[in-house]
């Protein structure tokens, strides 16, 4: 089983590539972004304690979080290999997951860094708004109080994986094909 943590500041394409690589290398794909966008929809007791966080843009619980995590790691005990968007965005996030994957025979295999200038960012973001009808793509506050939130709790993510020796970095402007190509290159080196 090959697990690979796709990292990023929001608007860096993670959920675009995710659902490329899902195909070319046949891995299952989790965003807990989509999960608790779900269970917001669904109005579920979990759902009601996460929209406030989704939509001030700060993140939500930890222990919430990685009980999501778990969850999926327990139903989808017989993929090849999964990518993981979005998750995990904090150390002790991180910190907990190894300890989830190691109960049960699994590691992270690499850490792919998505990097993208922030103003780039913020740009990609109000125009997925446009689109996506995601309340928290459509307001330039939100979308800048996420970016903040990545730069002071998430971005620590990375050294924490570097420190493993489990880190790359993919220069991730230019069209989805080239950033598609880097990010293969980089994991074929890895497998
Ligand atoms: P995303 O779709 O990955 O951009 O996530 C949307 C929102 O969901 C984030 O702004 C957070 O409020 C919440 N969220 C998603 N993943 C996590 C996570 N791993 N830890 C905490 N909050 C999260």
Request: include cysteine; proline fraction near 3%; hydrophobic fraction near 40%.
């Amino acid at each position: 089983m090959f697990n690979i943590v796709l990292f990023g500041a929001p608007g860096c394409g993670k959920g675009t590539q995710s659902e490329l690589l899902e195909k070319h290398y046949g891995l299952a794909h989790v965003s807990t972004g989509d999960i608790i966008r779900g269970e917001i929809a669904a109005k579920t007791p979990l759902g009601e304690r996460m929209h406030g966080y989704i939509e001030r843009g700060e993140l939500a619980p930890d222990e919430l979080v990685v009980g999501m995590i778990e969850n999926y790691l327990d139903a989808h005990a017989d993929v090849a290999g999964t990518i993981f968007d979005g998750f995990p965005r904090t150390t002790a996030q991180a910190e907990a997951f190894d300890r989830m994957l190691s109960a049960r025979g699994l590691e992270v295999g690499l850490m792919v860094y998505m990097d993208v200038p922030e103003e780039e960012l913020v740009k990609r973001i109000l125009l997925r708004g446009k689109v996506s009808g995601r309340a928290d793509d459509a307001s330039e506050d939100v979308i800048r109080n996420r970016i903040k939130v990545y730069n002071a709790q998430t971005a620590v993510v990375a050294d924490y994986y570097k420190a493993q020796g489990k880190y790359e970095k993919v220069p991730s402007l230019g069209t989805i094909e080239e950033v598609f190509d880097r990010i293969c290159k980089v994991i074929d080196s890895r497998r």
